[in-house]
């Protein structure tokens, strides 16, 4: 190749500190050019010229020794036929020494000198090759993680990170030559342009080929600190509210661009590939000392639905560990890490930074009265669904302190979907995840938490503090990818012409309330679909059941047995994942992470759950309510019953199944929740826990010193406690009347009531009183119009409220109502008189049959035994 130009001068005219510059780099570099024979790309008798991504002292030697290895001219030379010294020019430039006096110029400057130097030589051209050079540009998961910091990026480096770069990476260092580009085609193509003008067209095209080819070698750049803050300030929703602010509060427009400037530094990730890589390498050994393994359920399903969305991951939220797992496990899994919505509570000094350039966006708990800011936070969101990064946030709004699901704040579901009918170039999916933990770090400040005490700020200190946790082991954890969910067809259901609403960044339809909330509702029911059912979950569910939160050791086995078979038999949804654990082993595995302890006896051994892990467990209890929901409303209809007809069962169960769907995000509507209690009963037939006669229609419990009532007494107190709470609300309304508390004045006096109830009977669950739940009860009294607010802003409500009171006779127990009606102050006479008729209910009433007679009267008899 050494006469490959048409003017061949001597070999190489670099100067002697170029060479000996060269001589001391070798040891430390080795290269591995792509492809192997790059020489097989020119054509021969055409000058050649390189163009390098990155004006580089380093990447003039690297490209240097590789053009010798390969036979290729020397970017060294003087370009023949110019009076260029050098056959290599940079796209981007910075101050500092490099090709000798040409450093002065711009690339818009040597290509002009290019394109002129063709001007009246028809038959003469040159060769633009464009190369692209990488120092450390994928190490592998062997590297250690400090080389990783210093591995190729998007960031154009100092010259001191760049000598580090060589002397720990480049010994895997790529040199990428591109096909050349003839200019003399390109000049004629373009006709009679300006030099000029043509000259800053190629440098485009050149830069727009570098990013390419970089995106394809290190992914793409995701350090928006860099690239994404002028775009918001640019948008012209922001370039609006930073002159509505300058005008209301009288401050130059300058002081209000800089006052936008400052809040999106604020708000914006500063991604990095490195950062990311080496807190991989941390994490896994982090991982390695606080877990026993994670585990991920179908996962492939989501990776194979992934590609050509957005996609959005919405898991649930148990732990500050969340955030971390969730990266972790996809950057492992060769999956794009998201940018994840973080509370601006986590950027504290040296651990915001970190997240910061692992991907996350800071956001405060309210935007109420900064409009700049929640327009910069909005366009800052549609920028990035605009760009195709995939994002994670939780849409419960915080971590859940009781195990459940929480009630669902759709703020940036909404900023979402506004920000994809504005630019719809992408289509948009939700992928929801469920986290399920065998212990938490956090669980003990939960619980201090449900017990009134503050919640402990995030600080520094306090971080530092909580490392003592990671001495204890945490046993597993599971991500279950649960069913995805696409915008586009939820849009088409709720309008057939939403597509007319994109391109207004202010637009908010009539229908888009309705759209978000039915789309936060889908994902939590998505996430509780894809559970994960661990042991602790299984011990809780028994345990908690009884009033000591203890078990013989052949009755636990024998209740895990028969919930781990309701759970395999009945599955509530095909991404339900179930312990493979036999009971024993499910014992002794409770024993070894320290859960329950064991009794010896000489009459059989107990298994217990101290006190304080008793309460730490109704956590993981809450986890899998749901999963046996039904086989709880089932059971509890014959806590106080021996015999009932299933039609009472499935009559009752329509009625209470809205509240129970809106407490545990059920899946099915009122005819599935029917076919899984008709299912239900069929297996409590089948196991012999109840008997049918008379075709079917009779169901009948053995007395309650009979094992099978026990089995069935320990499913039903599962869910007894929601029941609690129901009556507990519709007493404290009774005893306060129509018209005169509000809703949320209603829900203060029943978390009161509740947590009084608690320290009377040892309930060990401290969600009991958690008003979040008294308030989700109120609300779907509310849109069941059982209750309804009058124009004073209290609640009113149809005195056949007071027949539901009575109607908890068919549930809880004579000494449980009568406790409450203390405690809330209800006349006790009220629970023992016969029903009144019911009175008027507005229109569209959803309580039709919640005071009808709940039993057929000749097959309902009380128990002595129960």
Same mark, same amino acid.
């Given at each position: 190749m050494q006469n490959m130009t048409a003017d061949s001068p001597a070999r190489s005219r670099a100067p002697w500190w170029f060479s000996l510059a060269g001589q001391l780099l070798e040891p430390w570099v080795r290269i591995r050019r792509d492809p192997t024979e790059p020489a097989s790309l020119l054509k021969a008798g055409a000058?050649?010229?390189?163009?390098?991504?990155?004006?580089?002292?380093?990447?003039?030697? +690297?490209?240097? *020794?590789?053009?010798?290895?390969?036979?290729? /001219?020397?970017?060294?030379? /003087?370009?023949?036929?110019?009076?260029? &010294?050098?056959?290599?020019?940079?796209?981007?430039?910075?101050?500092?020494?490099?090709?000798?006096?040409?450093?002065?110029? @711009?690339?818009?400057?040597?290509?002009?000198?290019?394109?002129?130097?063709?001007?009246?030589?028809?038959? *003469?051209?040159?060769? +633009?090759? /464009?190369? @692209?050079?990488?120092?450390?540009r994928a190490p592998s998961r062997d590297t250690g993680w400090f080389r990783v910091l210093f591995s190729e990026n998007w960031v154009m480096v100092g010259r001191f990170r760049r000598l580090l770069a060589l002397l720990l990476n480049g010994r895997d260092t790529v040199v990428h030559f591109s096909a050349p580009v003839s200019l003399r085609e390109v000049v004629d193509e373009a006709g009679q342009a300006e030099p000029e003008r043509f000259a800053r067209k190629i440098a485009r095209v050149l830069r727009t080929h570098f990013r390419r080819i970089r995106a394809a070698v290190i992914g793409p750049d995701l350090s928006h600190k860099r690239t994404i803050a002028d775009a918001v300030l640019n948008a012209e929703p922001v370039r609006a509210a930073i002159a509505a602010t300058a005008a209301k509060e009288h401050i130059s427009h300058a002081k209000a661009w800089r006052r936008a400037h400052k809040l999106v530094m604020e708000i914006a990730a500063d991604y990095s590939h490195p950062v990311v890589r080496s807190a991989s390498f941390l994490l896994a050994n982090f991982w390695n000392k606080l877990y026993d393994g994670i585990a991920m359920h179908h996962f492939d399903k989501a990776r194979a639905a992934a590609p050509g969305h957005e996609v959005i991951y919405v898991p649930c939220h148990r732990s500050h560990t969340d955030y971390l797992l969730m990266s972790y496990q996809l950057h492992v899994s060769g999956v794009v890490v998201p940018h994840i919505a973080a509370g601006v509570n986590l950027n504290l000094p040296v651990i915001g930074p970190i997240l910061r350039r692992g991907g996350a966006f800071f956001l405060r708990r309210s935007f109420k009265g900064n409009a700049l800011y929640s327009v910069v936070f909005n366009e800052y969101v549609a920028q990035l669904i605009d760009r195709g990064v995939p994002m994670e946030y939780f849409i419960e709004g915080g971590r859940s302190r009781t195990g459940r699901l929480l009630a669902p704040r759709a703020g940036m579901l909404a900023m979402t979907v506004r920000a994809f009918l504005r630019a719809p170039r992408r289509p948009v999916l939700f992928q929801p995840v469920y986290i399920g933990y065998e212990k938490l770090m956090e669980g003990k400040s939960y619980i201090g938490e449900l017990s009134g005490k503050p919640k402990e700020k995030e600080s520094l200190i306090g971080l530092l503090k909580g490392?003592?946790?990671?001495?204890?082991?945490?046993?597993?954890?599971?991500?279950?990818?649960?069913?995805?969910?696409?915008?586009? /067809?939820?849009?088409?259901?709720?309008? @057939?012409?939403? &597509?007319?609403?994109?391109?207004?960044?202010?637009?908010?339809?009539?229908?888009?309330?309705?759209?978000?909330?039915?789309?936060?509702? &889908?994902?939590?029911?998505?996430?509780? &679909?894809?559970?994960?059912?661990?042991? +602790?979950?299984?011990?809780?569910?028994?345990?908690?059941?009884?009033?000591?939160?203890?078990?013989?050791?052949?009755?636990?086995?024998?209740?895990?047995?028969?919930? *781990?078979?309701?759970?395999?038999?009945?599955?509530?949804?095909?991404?339900?994942?179930?312990?493979?654990?036999?009971?024993?082993?499910?014992?002794?595995?409770?024993?070894?992470?320290?859960?329950?302890?064991?009794?010896?006896?000489?009459?059989?051994?107990?298994?217990?759950?101290?006190?304080?892990?008793?309460?730490?467990?109704?956590?993981?209890?809450?986890?899998?309510?749901?999963?046996?929901a039904t086989a709880a409303w089932v059971a509890c209809c014959f806590l106080n019953n021996r015999r009932m007809t299933r039609a009472s069962v499935l009559r009752l169960g329509r009625i209470i199944y809205p509240f129970i769907q809106a407490e545990l995000f059920l899946p099915w509507d009122s005819d599935g929740f029917v076919a899984q209690m008709q299912g239900t009963i069929d297996f409590f037939v089948r196991r012999g826990l109840l008997e049918a006669s008379g075709d079917g229609r009779v169901l009948e419990r053995g007395p309650g010193q009979d094992d099978a009532a026990f089995r069935m007494k320990t499913i039903a107190r599962s869910l007894i406690q929601a029941f609690e709470r129901y009556y507990i609300t519709i007493a404290a309304l009774a005893k306060n009347g129509p018209h005169t508390i509000s809703a949320g004045e209603l829900e203060t006096a029943c978390a009161l009531t509740a947590q009084r109830l608690s320290l009377l009977n040892e309930q060990s669950a401290p969600e009991f009183f958690d008003k979040a739940l008294f308030r989700g009860f109120i609300q779907k009294l509310r849109e069941q119009k059982v209750v309804w607010t009058d124009e004073g802003g209290k609640l009113d409500y149809d005195r056949g409220l007071e027949d539901m009171v009575r109607d908890a006779r068919v549930i809880l127990a004579r000494e449980v109502r009568h406790s409450i009606l203390k405690i809330t102050g209800v006349d006790g006479d009220m629970d023992a008189a016969p029903p009144k008729p019911a009175a008027h209910v507005p229109e569209d009433s959803g309580s039709e049959d919640l005071h009808r007679r709940h039993v057929d009267a000749e097959h309902h008899q009380n128990d002595p035994h129960a």
């Open positions: 000058p050649v010229c390189y163009v390098i991504e990155r004006d580089g002292f380093s990447d003039a030697l +690297i490209l240097e *020794r590789a053009c010798r290895e390969a036979g290729l /001219p020397p970017p060294m030379q /003087p370009l023949a036929g110019t009076r260029r &010294r050098r056959s290599v020019f940079a796209l981007a430039r910075r101050d500092g020494w490099l090709f000798g006096r040409s450093r002065q110029r @711009s690339p818009y400057e040597t290509l002009g000198q290019l394109v002129r130097s063709l001007e009246g030589q028809p038959g *003469r051209d040159i060769q +633009i090759v /464009p190369v @692209s050079i990488y120092v450390g490392l003592k946790v990671l001495r204890q082991r945490y046993g597993h954890v599971a991500l279950n990818f649960g069913e995805p969910i696409e915008l586009t /067809p939820l849009l088409d259901a709720a309008s @057939s012409d939403w &597509r007319a609403a994109t391109g207004d960044p202010d637009a908010k339809p009539e229908w888009l309330g309705r759209t978000v909330d039915d789309l936060a509702e &889908r994902i939590q029911v998505n996430i509780n &679909r894809a559970a994960d059912v661990n042991p +602790i979950n299984l011990l809780a569910l028994a345990l908690l059941a009884t009033p000591k939160h203890a078990m013989a050791e052949n009755d636990l086995l024998a209740q895990l047995e028969l919930t *781990r078979a309701l759970l395999v038999e009945l599955p509530y949804s095909d991404r339900i994942t179930v312990t493979p654990m036999d009971p024993p082993s499910i014992i002794a595995y409770g024993e070894q992470m320290g859960w329950i302890r064991r009794v010896r006896h000489s009459l059989g051994d107990v298994l217990k759950a101290d006190d304080e892990n008793a309460v730490l467990l109704s956590y993981f209890r809450n986890n899998v309510l749901h999963l046996t």
